[in-house]
Each structure stands twice: as C-alpha cells, then as structure tokens.
C-alpha cells in the first residue's frame, strides 16, 4: 500500500454512504427510488423552488455565463455583486455589505483578517465550527464562555480589562443544534461597558426570524447595535455565499485584508442574481415569513401535546429530546424506515443523555406532511415508551 492510503487507514474511516437526492428538492424528496418527508433542510422558505428564482438565474446564465473568472479584486466583481451588496446592506440596516464565497469563509476570513496575535475573543462555547476555525487562524487568545452564559462572559470580560487590545465578542445568532437564540441585548450591553467589538453569525436568523426576516438583531431590536452581523445565502434565501454587513470602513478593510476575498474567485452571477431575486420576494412578500411560521408553530403544538420535550426552541429547528444515544439512533432509524429523514443528534455534539431527533420545519411542508410525521412521532415514541 502507498504511504497515503497506509496513513489514511490508521483513521478508521467507514465508506461514505450518503443519501443522494434524485431530482426535485422540496418538503418531499426521493433517494434511491424512495420517496421521504425532509425534516432536515435549512430551506426555510423554499426559495429554492420559487419559480421566479429559477428565471432570474436562467436569464442570467443567457447574460453571462456560469462562473465570474476571477477574485473580486482583479476581474470578478459585476454590477449583480454591487447590486446584491447594497440590497443585504439595507436589508441588514447596514452601511456596506461584502460578499463571500460561502458563510464558512466570511466567519474565517473576517475573524482572521480583523484579530491578531494579543488580541481577545469571547467566544460562546456552541458558536459554529468556522469562528472556531477563523479564531484559531487569527492567532488572538480565545476565551470560550458556556453556552449563553452572559454571567460568566462578564467575568471574562471583567478579568480581562486592564489588558489593552483589540477585544472581540461572537457569538451565533440562533444556534443550530438547540433552535436556541443568543442574548443580544445583553452582549450589547456588554460589548459597550468593555470596549469590544460585537459580532452574529445569523446564518440561520436571515429570512426567518423578525417581523421581516432580518434576523436576530430585528428581533431584538437592536438593529445597528452590533458592530457586523455575518449571513449565508444558502439557507432561507435558497442560493450560496456568505456575506458580511457593518460600516463601509468593515467592507473596505475586508476587501483588501479577507484572504478568501483576496484568493478566491467571486460567486457566479447567476447565484447572485438568485440571491438578489430571493432577497426581492422577501421584502415585497410578508406573507413567506408567515407561511413558515405558521407551519412552525402547528408541529410545535402537536409536539407539545404528544408531551414531547421541544427545550423551549423559538425557531423552525426543533430539537425533540429522546436522552440516551442508542434511543435517539433507534429513533432517528425508525423514522427513516417509514419514510422521515431527521436525524439523531448525540454526544459529543449535546451532553449525555440529552439526545435529541433534530427536525428542521419549512415553508415548503404542507399540513398532511406535518401530520403525518406527528403521526409517527406519536407511534414511534409510544412504542419506544418515550412519551
Ligand atoms: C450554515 C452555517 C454557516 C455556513 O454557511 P455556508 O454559507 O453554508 O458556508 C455558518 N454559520 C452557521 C451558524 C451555520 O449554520
């Protein structure tokens, strides 16, 4: 055996067997000739499907091609980049918006390109693998808080105040794993009483929580109290890439400090022109948010009065706890059997025996789609003797 393949074989890694989706992507999707209810896509408002998404990137594709050629800074910036800047700009009450070629890169670039060696990060405990990632990259010391705990975080803080540097506090805006959402107003205040720099990734807030979709800080309201607010277009708006919001002094300092900006290629303009169409529905169409949400709270309620434990989510993603690995595996596989995908979330990812069946609600589930999984929830956690 050659070297590589030798070493690889220490890892112990099983073959890959994904479940690969055959045409069509909605509430109900087919893998290998079987049909299953989606319970775990972040499509929330299934603007992946929104006929007038598909046009635009049609046209745009007619216009310009597929990919942009090159980084932002040489050749890859069209007027659809400009156009979809300004547009996340003012839906996110923001100065300037920078465009990323995913979420990932602008949580690693930005956090990179803005701490250094001597500088501090306050960083909640559950915050999503790419601040850990752009954390580490920035060379800054990291104080990671437990999960939401604005006490300890003030302590952090507090012990840290006679060092004179750049201080940084990030935190997810809702948290993907419990549908939980940080305390902003808190990390405002604090940010303000220590002289640091406040940072939300709102991957899964945009398009889905706030009287308008703006996210996390809309729902607190608190817009423009943070200093950036990170967003992905790959989740409620249904296309890929993430960007960044803050002052035009942020856009400009990414720009030219970024290395994904610097050393990627720019997103191709028939994604932009989907985002920039997404983005349109959004705003002109309060009736999307609602759809979603009427249909959030419909599975909640039923869940509820199964007696399942939901951990007080206040998002579409629902953790149902189940408590011991094995029964949440066995539940997640039963599900499966019958036609659900949701799967179990386990230790080490949430503590012992607080396993969870993560399911995530969309716009694109209708009431029978819903029924039928409460149906099963029902059949299979009696059966389990969970409720
Ligand atoms: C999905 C996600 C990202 C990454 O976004 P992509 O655009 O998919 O790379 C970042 N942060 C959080 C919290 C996410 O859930």
Redesign the pocket.
Known sequence: MKTLEKELDKEGIQPIQLRVLERGQGARISVNGKKFINLSS?NYLNLINHPHVKEATKKIIDEFGVGSGAARSLTGTMALHEELEEKLAAFKRKEAALLFP??????QGTIEALMNKGDIIFSDEL??A??IDGCRLSRATINIFPHKNMSDLENLLEENKNIHCRKLIVT?G???MNGDIAFLPKIVELGKKYGAITMV?D??ALGVLGKHGHGTVEYYDLEDKIDIE?G????ALGA???FIAGSHRLRDFLFYKARPILFSTSLPPPIAAAAITSLKILEKNSGILKKLWDKVKYFKNGLNSLGFDILGSKTPIIPILIGKDKDALRMSQRLFEVGIIAPAIVYPTVPEDRSRIRVIITAAHSVADLDFCLGVLEKVGKGMRLI
């Open positions: 972040n995913t979420g990932c890169l602008a949580n915050n999503h790419s601040i997810d809702v948290f993907s990734d991957a899964h990170m992905t277009l790959s989740k890929l890439g993430g």
